[in-house]
């Protein structure tokens, strides 16, 4: 027994070590003996405050304690364990301006609601917009002059050697209650004065916190809410609002002042008595939140009616509805305004006012903007400047620099030409034109000879006058714009530029040489002139014909050109680059072929491709060429006589450009092995692609059958034979327009006489189609009884007739 309380004492003689180790991790000379899993929470809190009020991290603690004999493993477990403890307890109070992150508040909630009856006043828009609030911010630190009542919430810390920290709210008697210290009553105090008296009545029963080894934070975590009432405002009643909250916070909950509410003389109502008059122009205009007070509980805003508004319309940065003070000018008006903008006339504005009995207009000049004090209902106009100017003068043409100018007194033509830089080389000295606005806004032309007026002839250096138009011509504006075509074997046919002394040579080098096809043959063509009607000649052009290098751009004679000149290069007699056609299937040499001669035929080719192999379908030949846009250009140009409203010539076209790419040609092999000249045999074209179809031994129907199919071919079987293998055709089948497609693109129908239908052959590789039936509108019954009506009229008639 002895022995089990020696080993109890021991064991906790070792756990008070690591406990008085654990406070005192900074000061221990030892700490080879500290076990971080022995310790509690409260424990490891106690080392986090101890490395705070030294203003350590953990990792600066790490050498001194390593040094002090502590194990790494044991400081890694400790590090852990300090992270855990801040990860569970949040943001640390560690001073007397702590973190405000869970301050708390009741939520307030306003819908607002758009202004429409105050759009046009200034400042209407403050109150109306759901973005500004004037909400107070609960993360700012709390103003040292806010005064705590019922319904506050301090946070109160002790930290240091000794700890406390307990939320503790202001009771309805203004009082807060701690533990162990008592009852300390703080309402109607500030925060700065209560955190005072707070800490005198912890240091009453801490000692560590007389001696400075501790310390006390009070800060507030929870704000009471107040109650303010509104008069005159769009939603005017009471409010619930934040003890924080100002006056502006509480005008735009309650939606700004009323209709006829005014924004310049609003009233703060404090124990029956006006604390502050509210001036919100002040704030819309310069910025100054001086009125912005804060709110006490019971406080009263009172919004009276407007004494004076005015409008001000037109040309000004914010026209609208303003609220004017006894006393202000219109100088005034227009900084609530913004100013004039940049198109306003400033020299007057126009005032419409109101008498006793009617309206009447009066212009207030620049002079008396600081004097003329606005009037009730004044409704002031600012217009546009007129669209003239003072002293503008223009010059254009061949100067250096045309342009609009600032005019002055005794201006003359020549001073314009100065300001311009002169005159260009390709200038016309002998005349220029100004155009001159006369009293009576009409037009007209003054002459200037430029070369006695640069020259210092007075008489021709005419004044000009404000508005003139100065032109000067150009020599260049005389000549004529020539041109000249060439074209043919070129490689840039086109018109280019005609210069003086332009050859044949030129010419070629311009429009990028000859192409390799260009023959010796080169046609000019010359306009004839005269001054006289040649009837003898009925020739329209001058036509010669010259003899060239064909394979060289600078000839050793070289021919002059004139305007208008139309150059054709020829092209020669035989050129033509080889043209090749395809062939593909069951041939021996497949792929692309040269027509060598031009009725190379489909015989020749499939010749020089080794001839069919044993596979090949001799049934199966085709050939498919290609949809020249020349064709489809040519049913474009016909006229079907279908109306213009017919569509079928256009469903037409469509499919040709669209759906099809190639025409195909049935060939008849057999006859053409028998006979090579038989017309199967046709001549090829270049694009063309021969087929020849591998030997298939089946037969496909599709279409509106009831089973599309693949049916195995049987000599002298019919074509009711391989409809009925696939079941037939279906309810929509129109078995009398069906078809086949022979493997070399020849097609068939069903045909009929005197009740007789006649079904096309059918033979290996084919494929019969079945269309579908087209519908068929059926008659209603008010159709049927309009026959039936008509039909008894003409039974009626017959026999009226025959009696």
Known sequence: MRKIIVALLLLFAFFQSSHVLAQDL????????????????????????????????????????????????????????????SLQTGVSNTSNSSDTEDRKQEKIVNTKVKDTLNALIFGSELFDNPTLNFEPNLKLATPVNYVLGPGDELQVSVYGVQEFNASIPVSTEGKITIQYVGQISVSGMTIEAATQKIKGAIARVYSTVGSGQSQVAVTLSRIRTIRVTIIGSKQPGN?????????????????????????????????????????IYRFLVNGNQSDNVGLKDNDVIRIPAYNQRVTV???????????????????????????????????????????????????????????????????????????????????????????????????????????????KEDAYSNRARIIRLQSDLTTEIVNVNLAKALAGDLEADVALFKEDIVTVYSILDFVEDFKITIDGEIKKPGVYQYHENLTLNDLLV???????????????????????????????????????????????????????????????????????VTISGAVHYSGKYVLATKKDKVYDIVA?????????????????????????????????????????????????????????????????????????????????????????????????????????????????????????????????????????????????????????????????????????????AGEWVGIGSVMSSLALLILTAFK
């Open 26 to 85: 900074l000061k221990s000379t030892d700490l080879s003996t500290l076990k971080v899993d022995n310790l509690i929470d409260s424990d490891i809190a106690k080392i986090k405050t101890q490395l705070q009020t030294n203003n350590m991290t953990i990792e600066q603690a790490e050498p001194m304690a390593l040094a002090k004999g502590m194990p790494a493993s044991e400081f890694a477990k400790l590090r852990i364990r300090i992270a855990g403890l």
């Open 239 to 279: 409010y619930s609002i934040s003890s924080l909250a100002t006056v502006y916070n509480a005008l735009f909950l309650g939606g700004g002042p009323g209709k006829n509410g005014s924004y310049r003389n609003i009233e703060l109502l404090r124990d029956n008595k006006v604390y502050k008059n509210i001036d």
């Open 313 to 423: 319309e037109g040309q000004v940065k914010r026209p609208g509805i303003f609220e004017m003070k006894k006393g202000e000018t219109f100088a005034d008006l227009l900084s609530f305004a913004s100013g004039f903008n940049e198109l306003a006339y400033t020299a007057s504005v126009n005032v419409l006012q109101k008498t006793a009995k009617e309206f009447k207009v009066r212009d207030v000049k620049f002079a008396e903007f600081n004097t003329y004090k606005p009037l009730s209902g004044d409704v002031f106009r600012v217009t546009k400047i007129l669209n003239r100017f003072e002293n503008r003068i223009k010059i254009d043409g061949a100067v250096f620099r045309p342009d609009t100018y600032s005019f002055y007194e005794g201006m003359r033509v020549s001073d314009l030409i100065a300001k311009a830089e002169g005159l």
């Open 510 to 580: 311009q429009a990028g040489g000859l192409t390799g096809s260009a023959s010796k043959r080169v046609e000019v063509a010359r306009m004839i002139q005269s001054e006289e009607i040649d009837d003898a000649n009925p020739n329209k052009a001058e036509l010669f014909n010259i003899e060239i290098t064909a394979d060289n751009n600078e000839q050793l004679k070289n021919f002059d050109l004139k305007p208008f000149d139309v150059v054709n290069i020829r092209k020669m007699a035989v050129y033509d680059k080889p043209k090749m």
């Open 608 to 780: 020089r491709a080794g001839g069919l192999t044993s596979v090949a379908n001799i049934e199966g030949v085709k050939i498919k060429r290609p949809i020249q846009a020349e064709q489809i250009e040519a049913l474009e140009n016909v006229n079907m006589n279908l109306g213009k409203k017919d569509s079928i010539q256009n469903k037409l076209t469509k499919k040709l450009k669209e759906d099809l790419k190639f025409a195909t040609i049935p060939v008849d092999w057999k006859a053409i092995v028998e006979n090579p000249k038989s017309n199967t045999n046709v001549t090829l074209f270049p694009g063309d692609e021969i087929e020849v179809a591998t030997y298939n031994e089946g037969v496909k129907v599709a279409g509106n059958v009831l089973l599309t199919s693949e049916i195995p071919y049987t000599k002298g079987k019919g074509f009711n034979y391989y409809l009925d293998a696939v079941g037939g055709i279906d309810a929509k089948g129109w078995k009398k327009k069906a078809y086949i497609i022979y493997p070399n693109g020849k097609a068939d129908v069903v045909s009929s006489f005197l009740f007789i239908k006649t079904y096309p052959k059918v033979t290996a590789g084919s494929q019969i189609i079945v269309p579908e039936k087209p519908e068929v509108k059926k008659m209603s």
